[in-house]
């Protein structure tokens, strides 16, 4: 009896509410459900965008969620199950890509969700590049780059200045980490196997091109440790188990700074890759209208600067860059450790998400079968 | 009991029993045993419909996705259709008319925005599809506006909405759309009468065109152009069709198109030209002959991919050596099972043993050491067995400082299969403790006790009387781990490096990142009949019976 009676109660008051929040909102959801990464990186968007919004919007409740490393996979359950629970998803650039191809993801007008650049600049020239395609509302811009310890007594005071330098031995003796996965390893592979930059997607073209970075790779196999989480090098580095190793820069930033291991940074042939927001397909209207003004508040010239203060990826509008500050707590100048720095970039790579989202599929069968062997 | 006798004894002279009420006993017997049936059938009702529902339904759905391919034919039902006639075999280019139905396919699915779905479902069989089917969505286009801008050039009311409805819906149509008003359900579109005769590709597209604004757009028709590939239908109808006959509405807009067809000035449909400019691989006999393959609603291409082969117009064929992986993975899975059950084995059995031969309270106590591990996280065993395996790890930083192992050459426990083993044995020693310490306290220490009095020796007391009497509890050990460890993954993926990972590694990557469902419900589907299979060899050689969780 109590209970259904509680039961009768909760779901009066919670019409009730949605009826009042519908009228003083107009037609906007007040809570919203927003799936990122977790740890150091989400802690980063609740104080740059979630704190300010709810500071600006007050009645609205955000729940996070931390799927993001399987958001495509629930994603398009969730949609077969005809139930999105979620409303706004951080993806990586290519995840962000399936999902649009499969349908998964809602398209946008740039210019007309999303705010202008505070130096007046329309919000699709403004982030440039890392519109990488109709669904996809950057966020940050991150790099893969490789970091090394600065106390190996076996390289006799040599420093690793190239990328190259992982597939060097003999100057630089000791095992490496890599990622388990064949994107950013074939590349570098290549250009360190004599192949330009540009030449790059041509060769994995060719037949044989995927044989040729591999057998680069097979000269330091039994060096390598491969990882398949983003905490696995700063914990490989930090614990002495491998000399170099390849990670995202804002870990290695986190180990170096943070945690004052003796780790340094390598900015040769950084990969960079963009990470932002997507919006589910076929939301109801009220939470559609309470997440695109969300995504316009969190992704203004204001709020993208702000983020970085927290964690140091670089802001993916170009008139965030130079309002870039100070990190919160450390009190150091961010500038000089976004991969957007222009000293950060003399040599990087950008993956052909094009290439990579066709071939995807044939090369990880041939990098595992190779993997295994 | 005496009438049952009785019967029993001369039943052609009294015919059969009859209860009280005069129905056969049989009978009467039948239907209340049938009662009670049902009875007991609806009390555990809900809890057979909620198993049912929640477990059987959802696994046999993934299972069946191993199979499912319905995505061909439901986005390219012409094309299929049409391919069905096209000898693969000669080597030569399907016929226009396949050009022809892709491109009305392709354009209604980039409209409908499932073409770039269907491109990344036969890009798992053919490299290089995915963006093929995306640039084709946006450069079909290409083919009607052609006609779309000479019509519009002719008459400024081809490039309206109202006109197109006047000429092509029924006059009710025409009313209903025209008294329709926003917040309305949209009208059903009906084409007008004689229509489909005078103008049938128009027709037909136009309706696919109708029913999408309708349906997915929910606009009026009223106020939409309509798309290019009504267009280009209305091309190729006029210059097949005789419209001098017609008289109904706009007569005079679709005469003045009909004579600017005949006049020859447009340029030809010239759909494969189109399609090479849109991507010259739609000249690769290869994409067609995919699209051929993988047109039947089912498919046995998941199934032949997860045993490293593949489907090709000759039949299935192995893949290249360098691409063979499942098969390796399968092997290597069903032997590190069964080393890591074995290993379960030998590590249980002495503690089972002690922990069932001490006085229950030190037994207990006992117990929560097991037990407690048990309770911690999955993820911070495995992670303190990388502290405790790796090269700068404790057991290795040990060895080195009561110098049993050289600095330089220090051991490496982790990142291949020897780290798999010793982290999923003590992860799973439990599940191995616990049955046969439950088999084995139920074993009475007399037993061991008369046979020593017999004059057997400890070994002999053990081997021939104790031993024999706890198999069933390392029966029901071996068949908890083994099948526990066949399925795990994320101990592997943490410290198996490459060569101790599982075949449920790439299980969940296509799951989670490729998005290859059918592969990973064929690889599911493969696993559970390799179970079933070792289940029933256990049971032939075993014997099930002799299986006991306790008591």
């Given at each position: 009896?109590?209970?259904?009676?509680?039961?009768?109660?909760?779901?009066?008051?919670?019409?009730?509410?949605?009826?009042?929040?519908?009228?003083?909102?107009?037609?906007?959801?007040?809570?919203?459900?927003?799936?990122?990464w977790?740890?150091?990186?989400?802690?980063?968007?609740?104080?740059?965008?979630?704190?300010?919004?709810?500071?600006?919007?007050?009645?609205?409740?955000?729940?996070?969620?931390?799927?993001?490393n399987?958001?495509?996979?629930?994603?398009?359950?969730?949609?077969?199950?005809?139930?999105?629970?979620?409303?706004?998803?951080?993806?990586e650039g290519p995840d962000?890509?399936?999902?649009?191809?499969?349908?998964?993801?809602?398209?946008?007008?740039?210019?007309?969700?999303?705010?202008?650049?505070?130096?007046?600049?329309?919000?699709?020239?403004?982030?440039?590049?890392?519109?990488?395609?109709?669904?996809?509302?950057?966020?940050?811009?991150f790099s893969t780059t490789f970091g090394y310890r600065t106390?190996v007594?076996e390289w006799?005071?040599a420093t690793p200045d190239s990328v190259c330098a992982i597939f060097d031995t003999e100057t630089f003796p000791g095992k490496r980490s890599l990622e388990k996965r064949p994107k950013k390893n074939l590349e570098w592979a290549l250009l360190c196997d004599g192949v330009?930059k540009?030449?790059l997607y041509?060769v994995l073209?060719?037949?044989?091109g995927v044989e040729r970075a591999l057998a680069k790779l097979d000269t330091i196999k039994d060096q390598v440790v491969w990882w398949s989480a983003g905490a696995d090098t700063p914990q490989l580095l930090a614990d002495g188990e491998v000399v170099m190793g390849s990670t995202y820069n804002g870990r290695l930033f986190s180990v170096i700074?943070?945690?004052?291991q003796?780790v340094a940074m390598l900015w040769d042939y950084e990969v960079f890759d963009?990470d932002?927001?997507?919006?589910?397909?076929?939301?109801?209207?009220?939470?559609?209208?309470?997440?695109?003004?969300?995504?316009?508040?969190?992704?203004?010239?204001?709020?993208?600067?702000?983020?970085?203060?927290?964690?140091?990826?670089?802001?993916?509008?170009?008139?965030?860059?130079?309002?870039?500050?100070?990190?919160?707590?450390?009190?150091?100048?961010?500038?000089?450790?976004?991969p957007?720095?222009?000293?950060n970039?003399?040599n990087f790579l950008v993956n052909n998400i094009?290439w990579w989202?066709?071939n995807q599929d044939d090369v990880e069968s041939k990098f595992q079968s190779w993997l295994v062997k | 009991?005496?009438?049952?006798?009785?019967?029993?004894?001369?039943?052609?002279?009294?015919?059969?029993?009859?209860?009280?009420?005069?129905?056969?006993?049989?009978?009467?017997?039948?239907?209340?045993?049938?009662?009670?049936?049902?009875?007991?059938?609806?009390?555990?009702?809900?809890?057979?419909?909620?198993?049912?529902?929640?477990?059987?339904?959802?696994?046999?759905?993934?299972?069946?996705?191993?199979?499912?391919?319905?995505?061909?034919?439901?986005?390219?039902?012409?094309?299929?259709?049409?391919?069905?006639?096209?000898?693969?075999?000669?080597?030569?280019?399907?016929?226009?008319?396949?050009?022809?139905?892709?491109?009305?396919?392709?354009?209604?699915?980039?409209?409908?925005?499932?073409?770039?779905?269907?491109?990344?479902?036969?890009?798992?069989?053919?490299?290089?599809?995915?963006?093929?089917?995306?640039?084709?969505?946006?450069?079909?286009?290409?083919?009607?506006?052609?006609?779309?801008?000479?019509?519009?050039?002719?008459?400024?009311?081809?490039?309206?909405?109202?006109?197109?409805?006047?000429?092509?819906?029924?006059?009710?149509?025409?009313?209903?759309?025209?008294?329709?008003?926003?917040?309305?359900?949209?009208?059903?579109?009906?084409?007008?009468?004689?229509?489909?005769?005078?103008?049938?590709?128009?027709?037909?597209?136009?309706?696919?065109?109708?029913?999408?604004?309708?349906?997915?757009?929910?606009?009026?028709?009223?106020?939409?152009?309509?798309?290019?590939?009504?267009?280009?239908?209305?091309?190729?109808?006029?210059?097949?069709?005789?419209?001098?006959?017609?008289?109904?509405?706009?007569?005079?807009?679709?005469?003045?198109?009909?004579?600017?067809?005949?006049?020859?000035?447009?340029?030809?449909?010239?759909?494969?030209?189109?399609?090479?400019?849109?991507?010259?691989?739609?000249?690769?006999?290869?994409?067609?002959?995919?699209?051929?393959?993988?047109?039947?609603?089912?498919?046995?291409?998941?199934?032949?991919?997860?045993?490293?082969?593949?489907?090709?117009?000759?039949?299935?064929?192995?893949?290249?050596?360098d691409?063979?992986i499942?098969?390796?993975l399968?092997?290597?899975?069903?032997?590190?099972?069964?080393?890591?059950?074995?290993?379960?084995?030998?590590?249980?059995?002495?503690?089972?043993?002690?922990?069932?031969?001490?006085?229950?309270?030190?037994?207990?106590?006992?117990?929560?050491?097991?037990?407690?591990?048990?309770?911690?996280?999955?993820?911070?065993?495995?992670s303190?067995?990388k502290?405790?395996l790796q090269q700068q790890g404790?057991?290795?930083?040990?060895?080195?400082?009561?110098?049993?192992?050289?600095?330089?050459?220090r051991?490496v426990m982790i990142n291949n299969q020897?780290g798999t083993?010793?982290?999923?044995?003590?992860?799973?020693?439990?599940?191995?403790?616990?049955?046969?310490?439950?088999?084995?306290?139920?074993?009475?220490?007399?037993?061991?006790?008369?046979?020593?009095?017999?004059?057997?020796?400890?070994?002999?007391?053990?081997?021939?009387?104790?031993?024999?009497?706890?198999?069933?509890?390392?029966?029901?050990?071996?068949?908890?781990?083994?099948?526990?460890?066949?399925?795990?993954y994320?101990?592997p993926e943490i410290v198996g490096g490459t060569t101790g990972t599982?075949?449920?590694n790439r299980?969940a990557y296509?799951?989670s990142s490729s998005?290859?469902?059918?592969?990973?419900?064929?690889?599911?589907?493969?696993?559970?009949?390799?179970?079933?299979?070792?289940?029933?060899?256990?049971?032939?050689?075993?014997?099930?019976?002799?299986?006991?969780?306790?008591?």
């Amino acid at each position: 009896m109590t209970l259904t009676k509680t039961l009768l109660a909760t779901t009066c008051l919670t019409f009730v509410a949605g009826i009042a929040g519908a009228e003083s909102h107009g037609n906007m959801a007040d809570s919203m459900t927003i799936v990122s990464w977790g740890g150091a990186y989400q802690q980063s968007q609740i104080k740059a965008y979630a704190e300010p919004y709810m500071e600006a919007n007050p009645g609205v409740t955000i729940t996070w969620d931390e799927s993001s490393n399987e958001a495509v996979a629930k994603l398009r359950a969730q949609s077969e199950a005809g139930n999105i629970t979620w409303d706004l998803v951080d993806v990586e650039g290519p995840d962000s890509q399936r999902l649009c191809d499969e349908g998964l993801a809602m398209e946008i007008d740039f210019n007309e969700v999303l705010a202008e650049g505070d130096d007046g600049s329309s919000a699709e020239d403004d982030f440039g590049p890392s519109v990488i395609n109709e669904c996809f509302i950057p966020q940050i811009v991150f790099s893969t780059t490789f970091g090394y310890r600065t106390d190996v007594a076996e390289w006799n005071g040599a420093t690793p200045d190239s990328v190259c330098a992982i597939f060097d031995t003999e100057t630089f003796p000791g095992k490496r980490s890599l990622e388990k996965r064949p994107k950013k390893n074939l590349e570098w592979a290549l250009l360190c196997d004599g192949v330009a930059k540009d030449d790059l997607y041509d060769v994995l073209d060719e037949d044989g091109g995927v044989e040729r970075a591999l057998a680069k790779l097979d000269t330091i196999k039994d060096q390598v440790v491969w990882w398949s989480a983003g905490a696995d090098t700063p914990q490989l580095l930090a614990d002495g188990e491998v000399v170099m190793g390849s990670t995202y820069n804002g870990r290695l930033f986190s180990v170096i700074e943070e945690q004052k291991q003796p780790v340094a940074m390598l900015w040769d042939y950084e990969v960079f890759d963009f990470d932002g927001w997507i919006i589910p397909a076929d939301l109801p209207e009220d939470r559609l209208n309470r997440v695109l003004d969300f995504v316009k508040f969190a992704t203004d010239t204001q709020r993208l600067a702000d983020q970085a203060k927290y964690i140091s990826y670089g802001p993916a509008r170009a008139s965030s860059q130079p309002l870039v500050g100070q990190h919160a707590d450390l009190g150091i100048d961010m500038a000089p450790h976004m991969p957007t720095n222009p000293a950060n970039q003399k040599n990087f790579l950008v993956n052909n998400i094009e290439w990579w989202s066709d071939n995807q599929d044939d090369v990880e069968s041939k990098f595992q079968s190779w993997l295994v062997k | 009991m005496t009438d049952t006798a009785a019967t029993t004894a001369t039943p052609e002279d009294t015919g059969p029993m009859l209860a009280a009420d005069g129905t056969p006993l049989k009978r009467s017997l039948a239907r209340a045993l049938r009662a009670q049936k049902m009875r007991a059938l609806a009390l555990i009702a809900p809890l057979l419909i909620f198993v049912l529902l929640t477990f059987i339904a959802p696994i046999v759905d993934m299972l069946f996705r191993s199979v499912e391919n319905q995505i061909v034919s439901d986005t390219l039902p012409r094309t299929t259709l049409a391919l069905k006639d096209w000898d693969d075999s000669t080597g030569d280019l399907p016929g226009d008319d396949i050009f022809f139905a892709a491109y009305q396919d392709i354009f209604l699915a980039a409209e409908a925005k499932t073409h770039t779905r269907l491109g990344t479902r036969l890009n798992y069989e053919f490299t290089g599809v995915s963006s093929l089917f995306r640039k084709s969505g946006r450069g079909l286009d290409d083919i009607g506006e052609v006609y779309q801008d000479a019509f519009k050039d002719l008459d400024k009311d081809w490039d309206k909405g109202a006109p197109w409805v006047e000429l092509m819906g029924s006059d009710d149509f025409v009313a209903e759309a025209q008294a329709w008003e926003k917040g309305d359900a949209l009208p059903e579109f009906e084409l007008r009468d004689g229509m489909a005769d005078l103008l049938p590709l128009t027709a037909v597209a136009y309706e696919d065109f109708a029913r999408f604004q309708r349906v997915e757009e929910e606009k009026s028709l009223l106020k939409e152009e309509p798309w290019t590939l009504v267009h280009t239908m209305l091309f190729r109808d006029l210059q097949a069709q005789d419209v001098s006959g017609y008289s109904g509405p706009r007569a005079e807009m679709l005469k003045a198109a009909d004579a600017l067809v005949d006049g020859g000035e447009l340029p030809p449909l010239d759909v494969r030209t189109t399609f090479e400019k849109i991507d010259k691989d739609w000249m690769d006999v290869d994409v067609w002959e995919t699209i051929k393959m993988y047109s039947p609603n089912y498919t046995n291409g998941y199934f032949l991919n997860a045993v490293d082969m593949q489907k090709t117009p000759d039949g299935p064929a192995w893949r290249d050596d360098d691409e063979r992986i499942y098969g390796l993975l399968f092997k290597r899975t069903m032997f590190m099972s069964l080393v890591i059950t074995f290993s379960c084995i030998a590590l249980a059995y002495p503690v089972a043993f002690l922990l069932s031969n001490l006085p229950a309270r030190t037994a207990n106590l006992l117990m929560i050491l097991v037990l407690l591990p048990f309770w911690t996280s999955l993820l911070v065993r495995t992670s303190a067995w990388k502290v405790m395996l790796q090269q700068q790890g404790v057991i290795n930083d040990v060895l080195v400082w009561i110098g049993l192992v050289d600095d330089a050459n220090r051991l490496v426990m982790i990142n291949n299969q020897l780290g798999t083993i010793i982290a999923m044995t003590h992860i799973l020693l439990p599940f191995m403790i616990l049955p046969m310490y439950s088999v084995m306290s139920t074993i009475p220490q007399t037993y061991v006790r008369a046979a020593k009095s017999l004059g057997a020796t400890n070994w002999t007391a053990f081997w021939r009387v104790y031993f024999p009497q706890s198999v069933p509890g390392i029966g029901a050990g071996s068949i908890l781990v083994f099948i526990l460890s066949i399925g795990y993954y994320i101990t592997p993926e943490i410290v198996g490096g490459t060569t101790g990972t599982f075949i449920s590694n790439r299980i969940a990557y296509h799951i989670s990142s490729s998005l290859n469902w059918g592969l990973a419900a064929a690889l599911g589907t493969i696993l559970l009949a390799v179970v079933l299979i070792l289940y029933w060899a256990y049971d032939k050689i075993v014997g099930i019976d002799n299986v006991k969780l306790g008591g």
